[in-house]
Structure formats: structure tokens, C-alpha cells
């Protein structure tokens, strides 16, 4: 049986930890890519089988990278809509050469030769 203490008013509502969050990042956004996201993981996974998990974190050419995303995107512009080689968009490809390229060049590995 609970007692109220006369004079006092219940609290009701539900105490919120503190976050300092202002700042920072909300990688939340990238949740709204939804479908993208997905076609990236399968780049992720298709290269993940053929070469191993995290083989591309040894780091590339730059000049392999941007011939991959060139190469990706201009097939994209010559209307295909899904490489023939792994089945997927040849966007998700071209975006998952991006994002490797801007974590080599962000993080400091990989070689600059483009």
C-alpha cells in the first residue's frame, strides 16, 4: 500500500536522463536513405564474398576508386539499371566507391595518385 506524505505533490512524470547531443552529429538522417541504405549493404555483402570482409580497409588507389565510381556511373547514364555482374543498381555501387573514398581520404589511408 502506498502512502502519500501530505503536502506533497506526486510526480507523475517520467524523469529524463540527461544527453548533450548539441553538436553533434544526427546520424538519424541516414535512416531516411531507407532503400538506398539497403542497396548499399548488398554492395557491401557481394564484395564481402568475393573478397573478403574488410579487405576494402586495407585501402585503394585513389584512381581505382574514381575509375570504379566513373565507370558505375556512366553506365547509369547509359540507362542501365542493374550491373550485370552483381544484379544490383549501379548506383549502390557508385555510392559505396564514394563513401570508401571519402573514409580513405578523411581518415588518411590508402594511396593518392589521382
Avoid at 547531443?21 to 568475393?50: C, D, H, W, Y
Wanted: proline share 4%.
Amino acid at each position: 500500500m502506498s502512502e502519500t506524505i501530505p503536502g506533497c505533490a506526486l510526480n507523475t512524470e517520467t524523469p529524463k536522463a540527461k544527453r548533450f547531443n548539441q553538436g553533434k552529429p544526427q546520424l538519424s538522417f541516414l535512416r531516411k536513405f531507407g532503400t538506398a541504405n539497403i542497396e548499399l549493404a548488398k554492395v557491401f555483402e557481394m564484395g564481402a564474398a568475393k573478397y573478403g570482409r574488410d579487405n576494402w580497409l586495407i585501402g585503394f588507389s585513389t584512381a581505382t576508386l574514381m575509375d570504379c565510381i566513373d565507370r558505375h556511373l556512366q553506365a547509369y547514364a547509359n540507362g542501365e539499371i542493374v550491373d550485370e555482374e552483381s544484379g544490383l543498381h549501379p548506383l549502390a555501387h557508385a555510392a559505396w566507391n564514394i563513401m570508401a573514398l571519402l573514409k580513405q581520404e578523411l581518415e588518411g589511408y590508402g594511396e593518392k595518385d589521382y
